[in-house]
């Protein structure tokens, strides 16, 4: 059960930011026990990788703040994101752990599905919810926000680390989140709509 809290939180982190999770898994692996990578994912704490990595995320760092980039950026991600949340979910032997049963060691593409799901759902908020806040603050949103879920994924990739049952509140948490972003977007199209129709 914790394996599997601990892909989910990661593969949740993912869909904020792809490569805050595979940075902290590999330098986690290298560093501490605290992460164990099964076969096939010795290359995820390879240093050349992680140099790589960093390079991506400084460049993720920057073009997520800036408006309009963001949304661009946000589309090149639909790829990236999930991608990283199915990598991240497997890395940590939590498709192979779920539930104590050998099926998803039989079935290891279940794992890469359910990161892949999570952090395309996580993903599909953000980039939704995005472009409102970018409009709705002229642009001034943008590196708040933008900080705001960088800060969200490295604390979730840690939390799923180290304390995963803590994972279960940060995704309720997101829950709540997504649910008053979706209002949020939904009325601002409502009133968008509205202003339309009145001209």
Known sequence: MFAALTGLGLSTAAGLNAYIPLLVVGVLANLTDAVKLPDGYSWLSNWGVLAVIAVLLVAEFVLDKVPA?????????????????GVVFSATSAAAELDHSTWMTEHPWAGWLLGIVMALAVHAIKATARPMINVGTAGVGAPVVSTIE???????????????VLVIVALLALAVLAWWAIRRVRRFRARRQAARRQL
């Open 150 to 164: 960088d800060a969200g994924s490295f604390g979730m990739s840690v939390v799923a680390v180290f304390a995963p």
């Open 69 to 85: 980039v963001d949304s661009v950026n946000d589309t090149i991600q639909t790829v990236v994101r999930p991608a990283a949340g």
